[in-house]
């Protein structure tokens, strides 16, 4: 059994080759009010052993994107109307929805933001673990299956889990559920494993011992996670590069502390400032962002926060900005780095 100190003990970090890529993925809402385009364009990529974070506002595209990558888009609204998901070298757009369940689990996972909407209440943990795992290893016996779901909640840290494949949801703390879920996530040894806001509803303190398992995980394994979530101080903990998204698009990107250090998208700047700092003895007021992100039906032919920007001018208003890119890979999409950084165009040509 795996000892406390193992598990809070900070892992190696190994990173490997690019494990997903994503180019100019669309998905669009097709609704009565006009197309929502909840994820618009995005260009990304992950690899073996590396967390990517991606930060936004409520409504900014997130979990759209992560249900876009896994093709769980809710139909028959939403629709992925281009673009490429390039899973260990072949583009899963391109195979039809029957492969799609033997895909999703073993090679990407996803571990949801509310437990109790994962977890069949009628169901015991056991049960609900040992139907997945049937699906994966189908020349095992029962037996076997079982013990490989009471291994995995133990390597998730879950105590006497041979007892508790026996509990129903409802029997379990919060934090335990999530654990749970983390396990059901991870039971396919998937390549890619997408976190959305995994956290959220646990205290300070099971929350960083939920972290410190990720990691852990992620060391023995090497499996890429996609961590999405609110929280800054969870990104500079987990992640290796940050991902800014706003209005279903990636106004800035690049490798945490530089990107903490030096932020050069408006979006990105409003963010930090709005988290209380530690260091300083005394705020008289908390920044905030003015206005509101605008509809994702009625986009703006410009910068999309051009409206809530304090240094927004006529060609802000007027175009959409390019994408610009300094010499370490970091980029952000803002009119006011022309000049000082490369358009990622002339810089990959």
Known sequence: ?????????????????????VKDLRTYLYTKWGITKAVDGLNFHVREGETLG????????????ALSLLRLAPKPAARTVSGQIILDGEDILERPESDMRFIRGQKISMILQDPMTSLNPVYTVGNQMVEALGLYYKDEGSKDIKGRAVDILRRMGVAAPERRVLDY???MSGGMKQRVVGAMAISGT???????????ALDVTIQAQYLRLLKQVQADTGVAIIFIT?????????????????AGKIVETGDVRPLFKNPSHPYTKALMASVPSMDESHVEKLYSIE??????????????????????????????PPTFADED???????????????VAEATA
Request: aromatic share 8%.
């Open 169 to 171: 949801p409802h029997q």
């Open 54 to 65: 991606i930060v936004g506002e409520s409504g900014c595209g997130k979990s759209m994107t």
């Open 230 to 246: 609110h929280d800054m101080g969870v990104i500079a903990k987990m992640c290796d590069r940050v991902m800014v998204m706003y």
């Open 190 to 200: 998937p390549r890619v494993l997408i976190c959305d806001e995994p956290t959220t």
């Open 291 to 320: 206005g509101q992100p605008p509809a994702l039906f009625d986009l703006p032919v410009g910068c999309r926060f051009a409206n809530r920007c304090e240094f927004a001018d006529e060609k802000c208003v007027a175009e959409y």
């Open 329 to 343: 890979g970091h980029t952000a999409d803002c009119w006011r780095l022309e000049g000082q950084w490369k358009r």
């Open 1 to 21: 059994m795996t000892s406390t100190q193992e598990i809070f003990q900070e892992p190696e970090k190994k990173i490997g080759e690019v494990v997903l890529e």
